[in-house]
Nanobody, 124 residues
Framework: QVQLVESGGGLVQPGGSLRLSCAAS????????IAWFRQPPGKEREFVGG????????SYADSVKGRFTISRDNAKNTVYLQMNTLKPEDTAVYYC?????????????????WGQGTQVTVSS
């Protein structure tokens, strides 16, 4: 089983950038599809984007397309979420999640392994 730990959250001004990391331990990392979800205050957890185990395929929610980029370094067992042009509505707890299903799924229920989350606050 893989264990996931997010880091890199914090407070950033609108228009700024932040990079989150999702570090994995246990399991064969390159086999895991990894996705990022977020949960804004008082709202449901939502899909942000994902990347396949090989890193060759990515998928993004419309709300972040063109602003966020997901990448991975399987040698370092880490997935990254680069967030640019941040908006106040990006404020949320961000989670990384993994599964062994191969394709990138957008439902939270399709992911078996979760990190503890990291807070991102976009405010002036």
């Amino acid at each position: 089983q893989v264990q996931l730990v997010e880091s890199g959250g914090g407070l950033v001004q609108p228009g700024g950038s932040l990079r989150l990391s999702c570090a994995a331990s246990g399991g064969t990392f390159s086999l895991y599809t990894i996705a990022w979800f977020r949960q804004p205050p008082g709202k449901e957890r939502e899909f942000v984007g994902g990347i396949t185990g090989s890193g060759l395929s990515t998928s993004y929610a419309d709300s972040v397309k063109g602003r966020f980029t997901i990448s991975r370094d399987n040698a370092k067992n880490t997935v990254y979420l680069q967030m640019n042009t941040l908006k106040p509505e990006d404020t949320a707890v961000y989670y990384c999640a993994g599964n062994l299903r191969g394709s990138i799924r957008q439902r939270r229920y399709d992911y078996d392994y979760w990190g503890q989350g990291t807070q991102v606050t976009v405010s002036s």
